[in-house]
Structure formats: C-alpha cells, structure tokens
T-cell receptor, first 113, second 112 residues
Framework: DAGITQSPRHKVTETGTPVTLRCHQT?????MYWYRQDPGHGLRLIHY???????DKGEVSDGYSVSRSKTEDFLLTLESATSSQTSVYFC????????????FGPGTRLTVL | GESVGLHLPTLSVQEGDNSIINCAYS??????FIWYKQESGKGPQFIID?????DKRQGQRVTVLLNKTVKHLSLQIAATQPGDSAVYFC???????????FGKGTLLTVNP
C-alpha cells in the first residue's frame, strides 16, 4: 500500500465548519492525489500534486483546497464544509517501482451534518 | 453511510466458478490499464495492469484481456473464492500526466 496513512479515518462535522484531512506517505513518491468516492460516481479526482508546493485541480475541485509543504504530506481542506461534501475520501500516490500505478490509502469517511 | 457497492452492476457466481468482469474504456489514446479490487470499508487495491501493446496478461488466478478495437477490457478470475467478493473497477491512463480515469465498477458476489 505504499505506506499511505490517512487521518482521521472517520469524522462527523457540521455545515460551515472547516475540515482538514491528512495523507501521509513513507515511500518518497513524487505524485499524490485526493479522490472522493460516492455511490454511482466512482472515484473522482479532487486535486493532485506533482511535487512539494506544486498542485493542480482535478475534476471536482470546487470547495476544496490542498497544500503540500513536504514530500510525505498532502493535506485536503474543506474551507466551509457542506452536506454535498459528505463522502469517502481517498489519498493515493503514484509509483513506478514495478509498474505504473496508483496505490491508495485506507480512506476517510466524512459526514457533514 | 451508503456502500460504494450500491447502484453498481452486479455479478453473482458460485464458489469455484470462473468470473469475468468487463469494462469499456473511453480514450483510445490510453496506453495502460489497471484493475483494482475494493473490499467493503477499504481502499482500492491494485490487482493487475496491462499495456496497450499487449492483448493479454496473466497473474495469479487472474487474467486481463485488452481489445483495443472496441475499447474493451476484461478481468477473468479463475476458481473464484468467497474472498474475491468485492467491487472491481478498471482504470485507464496514458501519456505523462500521471492521472487515471476510473470506471464505476462491478460488484462481485461469490456464493459458497
């Protein structure tokens, strides 16, 4: 699993509050990704990073921001959470060690009331 | 919360049977394809990949077939076991953008 951890694993929050999710990897992978997964939609890319301080938007980036100050950490922030952001969030990194693929973390289940 | 397995195509097989899961991909320029397995409450797990210059690739109990003419990918699981019960989805990628596009998945249920 490329040594990927996510925290918290579960969070319940209220509409309008800020929320930060953390992804931590131990493999020194350059590329990191944040996805959300919702029934009927599959995995959708929110933001990704191609290096420290280098990030770009994915297909569903509205309402989200990211930061990457260190290779190992990629943070996803919901500035003002809304009920539509209730989802399961996955972090992934890109590896080319044996094959080109993305490895995923265990996920964070976020509920916005 | 609602399971990712809801609203998905489903395939139900008996233990010991072979399973075939299909995926139609969208971009004819994609040059690599990956199959993932996702068990309930867990992150997607890499199973096998294939490059566009190949038609078939085999792993342990799994085979991936690629038909570029009709943009179709399949995953064959031999001697399906209860532990194979999960959502399976394909992903396609290409070029140097290091991004993948994911299919919505198929829920495989293995009956003992």
């Amino acid at each position: 699993d490329a040594g990927i951890t996510q925290s918290p694993r579960h969070k319940v929050t209220e509409t309008g509050t800020p929320v930060t999710l953390r992804c931590h990897q131990t493999e020194n992978h350059r590329y990191m990704y944040w996805y959300r997964q919702d029934p009927g939609h599959g995995l959708r890319l929110i933001h990704y990073s191609y290096g420290v301080k280098d990030t770009d938007k994915g297909e569903v980036s509205d309402g989200y921001s990211v930061s990457r100050s260190k290779t190992e950490d990629f943070l996803l922030t919901l500035e003002s959470a809304t009920s539509s952001q209730t989802s399961v969030y996955f972090c992934a990194t890109w590896t080319q060690e044996s094959t080109d693929t993305q490895y995923f973390g265990p996920g964070t289940r976020l509920t916005v009331l | 919360g609602e399971s990712v397995g809801l609203h998905l195509p489903t395939l139900s097989v008996q233990e010991g049977d072979n399973s075939i899961i299909n995926c139609a991909y969208s971009n004819s320029a994609s040059d690599y394809f990956i199959w993932y397995k996702q068990e309930s409450g867990k992150g997607p797990q890499f199973i096998i990949d294939i490059r566009s210059n190949m038609d078939k690739r085999q792993g342990q109990r799994v085979t991936v077939l690629l038909n570029k003419t009709v943009k179709h990918l399949s995953l064959q699981i031999a001697a399906t076991q209860p532990g194979d019960s999960a959502v399976y989805f394909c992903a396609e990628g290409g070029g140097s953008n290091y991004k993948l596009t994911f299919g919505k998945g198929t829920l495989l249920t293995v009956n003992p």
